[in-house]
C-alpha cells in the first residue's frame, strides 16, 4: 500500500490524492490497532490453554500448536482486511486519480474483483507461511523458557508470568 510519507504532491488534484493517501494511512493504523487487541488476547489465550498444570511443561510446544487455532484465526482476519484495504485504497486512488466520479462506473478496463481474488489467494498463502513461522517461533521460545524455570526450581506460576510479561506472548507481540 502507498504511503503518504513516500509520495509528495501539489495542486488542487494532488492534493485530494494526498488526502485519500493520509486517510488511508488513518484506516491501516485503526485497523492494525483493533487487530493487535485481538491477536494479544489469542496469544494470552494460547498460553493459558496449554501451560494450565506443571505436567504441560514436558509437552508445551505441542500443547500450544493444539491451542492455536484463535490465534491463526485472528491473523488470518487481519490479513485479509489489511489486504482488501489496500485494495480498496488503491480502486480509490485510480478512479481519482483519472477523475472518474464515485457515483460512476470505472471507465477503466480493471476488474476489481480479480484484484480482491488475487489479494485472498495471497492472503491464504502467505498468512499461512506467516503464521507457521510465528508458532515455530513461539515453540523454540518456550522451550528455552521451560528449561530456565526448569534450572531455576521456580513454581509453575513463575513461568506462567515470564512468558506471559515477555514478547512471546504478551501485547507487544
Not at 107 to 121: E, K, P, R, S, T
Not at 122 to 145: H, P, Q, Y
Amino acid at each position: 500500500m502507498l504511503s503518504s510519507d513516500s509520495l509528495c504532491f501539489s495542486g488542487k488534484a494532488t492534493r485530494e490524492i494526498q488526502s485519500l493517501l493520509n486517510k488511508g494511512d488513518i484506516q491501516r493504523a485503526k485497523l492494525e490497532r483493533s487487530h493487535g487487541r485481538r491477536i494479544g488476547a489469542a496469544l494470552r489465550e494460547m498460553l493459558k490453554r496449554s501451560l494450565r498444570k506443571q505436567s504441560d511443561t514436558a509437552e508445551l510446544p505441542a500443547k500450544l500448536r493444539a491451542n492455536s487455532g484463535p490465534l491463526r484465526e485472528a491473523l488470518m482476519n487481519m490479513y485479509t482486511d489489511a489486504a482488501l484495504l489496500g485494495v480498496e485504497n488503491g480502486q480509490t486512488l485510480v478512479e481519482r486519480s483519472i477523475g472518474v466520479p464515485e457515483a460512476k462506473q470505472m471507465a477503466l478496463d480493471v476488474d476489481w474483483g480479480l484484484a480482491n481474488a488475487a489479494v485472498l489467494d495471497w492472503v491464504a498463502r502467505e498468512g499461512e507461511a506467516i503464521f507457521s513461522g510465528i508458532m515455530l517461533t513461539s515453540a523454540k521460545e518456550a522451550t528455552a523458557a521451560v528449561s530456565a524455570w526448569v534450572t531455576s526450581g521456580a513454581p509453575l506460576r513463575e513461568l506462567q508470568k515470564t512468558l506471559s510479561r515477555g514478547s512471546l506472548f504478551g501485547g507487544s507481540r
